[in-house]
């Protein structure tokens, strides 16, 4: 399954009453980072705000020809790609828009929330990723002042996504000075609508994904699941892995949002969680004790599904290039897929270039795979999975 991105997790919600003072605020948000898992806060929390649908700008996805237009010359000292590639999409919000943006904001978020919250030890996220805007900044900053210049205030408020209780004084404090009249209680409300618009979207994806999956055990076929970090689903960054997959016929599912209904779950982990293992089902200590990084958390956990649904026969990870928070884990994550039986492909060390020749041949090495031996595997995951799967059975209750 290809996530709707476009007109789903970017499409802007209808606000309220918006103030005078704000309906002609013009708000851009670079389309990059953790900005591909939390989106549809930022466009509920903005629209609770009085901010107009129409004036809140994402710019396009990553491509080279970004980078070139309204990166170059600008690009600040980073090995890793994704942060890198800020410098475009900065670019792009500043010079390539009709009418001049009011603000830029890009903030910098310490902490994910995540549907592992409460079952590990943190959901922070990297470091590199979390002060990118910081390091980005220098590359408008260095000769003049560009955002002066082009009559735009920078904002990148310190917010911790994981700690609601948090967030509203996080970002009354850097949009204080910003959005005209802005009030603490109001922050608080429109932080609320921005959880509620989350959790939604959240919600309607991990939905689609039960539906493909009592799909493929209906009729006995494969599906791929994608191990990657959600930036990954950028087509600059991804490199459509996915959808060259997905063009011969194979469902896709991310891990971020595979259903999380607690008949499934109970069905995939409660014996571990009887036997003292795990103390649920979105615990990873058996896998991995350092379970401090979010996204990091959600991979392992998706390995961990992985080898246990009968109709995911292939795993694919996807690491962008020298990325120091996945390299770490490519071994525990291989290990666990490959041991139970289930294909498991990588497409590390990603960059800027898409291989195109290379890419086109793994594609078809892993279609090869899935042609010749996904039956088998589903046949032999399905002998040694518990009975009772409940995407073979009717649904009473969805939690």
């Known amino acids: 399954m290809i996530i709707p991105m ?13 103030a005078c003072s704000r309906a002609t605020l013009r ?20 629209a609770a705000l009085g901010i107009e649908r129409r004036n809140l700008i994402f710019s396009s996805d990553t491509s080279e020809e970004q980078g ?31 009418k001049k943006l009011d603000i830029l904001f890009s903030p910098m978020v310490y902490t994910l929330p995540s549907f592992m919250s409460g079952h590990v030890a943190r959901s922070l996220t990297c470091p590199r990723v979390m002060a990118a805007p910081e390091n980005i900044k220098a590359g408008f900053l260095k000769e003049r002042d560009v955002f002066a210049e082009q009559g735009t205030r920078y904002v990148t408020p310190f917010v911790s ?9 996080q970002l009354f404090e850097g949009l204080r000075e910003a959005i005209p009249g802005l009030k603490l209680e109001e922050t608080k409300r429109a932080v609320d609508e921005g959880y509620r618009s989350l959790h939604a979207i959240n919600a309607q994806l991990r939905r689609r994904s039960r539906e493909v999956l009592e799909w493929c055990a209906r009729e006995n076929r494969p599906s791929i699941l994608v ?9 600059g960054i991804g490199h459509e892995i996915d959808a060259d997959l997905q063009a011969y016929g194979y469902p896709i599912l991310w891990a971020q949002y595979f259903p999380l209904d607690h008949d499934l779950m109970e069905w995939l982990f409660d014996t571990e969680v009887e036997q003292g293992m795990i103390a649920s089902p979105f615990d990873i200590r058996d896998v991995w004790s350092s379970s401090y990084s979010s996204n990091t958390n959600e991979i392992l956990w998706g390995a961990k599904v992985a080898a246990r649904v009968p109709w995911i026969a292939c795993v694919i990870r996807l690491s962008s290039y020298e990325c120091g928070m996945d390299q770490p884990t490519y071994t525990p994550v291989q290990q666990i897929v490959e041991r139970s039986g289930t294909l498991f492909f990588s497409f590390q060390d990603l960059d800027s270039t898409k291989p195109g020749g290379s890419v086109k041949i793994r594609v078809e090495t892993i279609v090869h795979y899935l042609e010749r031996y996904s039956a088998d595997i589903i046949v032999k995951k399905k002998a040694v999975a518990k009975p009772q799967c409940p995407l073979n059975l009717p649904r009473a209750v969805s939690c």
């Open 161 to 169: 996504l994981d700690e609601p209780l948090l967030v509203p004084k």
């Open 227 to 235: 191990l990657a970090r959600p930036y990954h689903m950028d087509t």
């Open 6 to 18: 476009w007109p789903t997790w970017f499409g802007r919600l209808r606000s309220g009453d918006p």
């Open 27 to 46: 708000v851009g948000i670079p389309r990059v980072l953790n900005i591909w898992s939390t989106h549809q806060f930022w466009v509920g929390f903005f």
């Open 68 to 98: 070139r237009e309204f990166g170059k010359g600008r690009g600040t000292v980073d090995c890793c790609y994704p942060v890198k590639c800020i410098s475009g999409h900065y670019g792009e919000l500043l010079f390539g828009q009709k």
